[in-house]
């Protein structure tokens, strides 16, 4: 019995490795795009395979490309590319896509309105297989809001006439009251959630006595208590600037507007030099009187000493205060006198000015 058994598990070894010697190929490489639905797990040598491209995808070549099980269980080469269809994106979008004007198969564009509008249409599109996209661009349309109530012993001024029974987001209206009343609050609007305010309380107000400012007068008024609405105007005394609104006005909160402020003027805080104000070119003695009003400008002359030439530096008056460039140097009595043509003033100037210096109050 011993050769016997030997004999039949020889025939079984060979049949195991004839068996297992045979190569197969797997699935072949795919990348991106390519369909897999017709593909199977396992191919015998010599089965070929014809490679296409899923919708939406563009073939890198004209002709289908077969690939091949080879003796080895690899496959053949194959140089196929599946590249997604593009969709237009929509005109009126391109400046927020960055320059972009297509977008690839399977993207996804998502709309939303701004605060106070509603969507008119899909708020999603999608490029389809086909380059096109599944939903076109949505409207966005104002919120309504109902007519706001008028207040009681008072009345509603639109800002733009209105028909209808409505008015969009955005729009605005002044609230007034029978005289001598005001409003609790004067303005109100079509808000984004497409509501209105309540109408605002007529009540009486009464501003306190106007008072004076420093260095400006009242031009005309009653001293008295004033109502809504009253004004009150202001002037300044000669060479001081009046800044800020000329009247005061009694606001509905029975307080009084900003009331203006009168700034003083100059003096050029120098005594030998030339300086250019006016739109004239002076020395210092003939700026007479020595006064410069507030906001105006004087330029004064400095010295590069590199090139030896002048240059203009420009200062403002400031309610009373006229810095000095720090680059300005006042010349002394004796080459003021004989010598004024070397001034920074009377040279040469400059093709180009050095960056601005800092200026030192005068």
Known sequence: MAPTFALLVLSQLALYSSVTSKKVCGRPPITDGIDTLTLKRVYEVGEEVTLTCEQGYLPSTATPRRLTCSATGEWTQSDLACSPKMCPIPRPLQPLAMGRTEAPFKSVLNYTCD?????????????LHDGTWSNPPPLCKAVNCPLPKSPIDGRIVHDKPVTGTTTMYGRGWTYECNPPKAPSYERGSCMADGSVPEPPVCREVSCSIPSSIPNGFITFAVMRQHGYK???????????????????????????????????PCKVGIKRGRIFYNAKKLWIADLKPNRVLHGEHVVFYCLNRADSCGYPVASTCNDG????????????????TLRAKTLPSEITMCAASPSASPARAA
């Open 230 to 264: 009253e004004k009150v105007r202001y002037a300044c005394n000669e060479h001081y600037t009046l800044d800020g609104e000329a009247e005061m006005q009694c606001q509905n909160t029975g307080n009084w507007s900003s009331k203006p402020v009168c700034r003083a």
């Open 115 to 127: 605060d106070g509008y509603v969507i008119l249409g899909a708020n999603e599109s999608r490029c």
């Open 321 to 336: 205060t006229l810095p000095i460039p720090e680059c300005f140097e006042e010349p002394g009595k004796m080459e003021y």
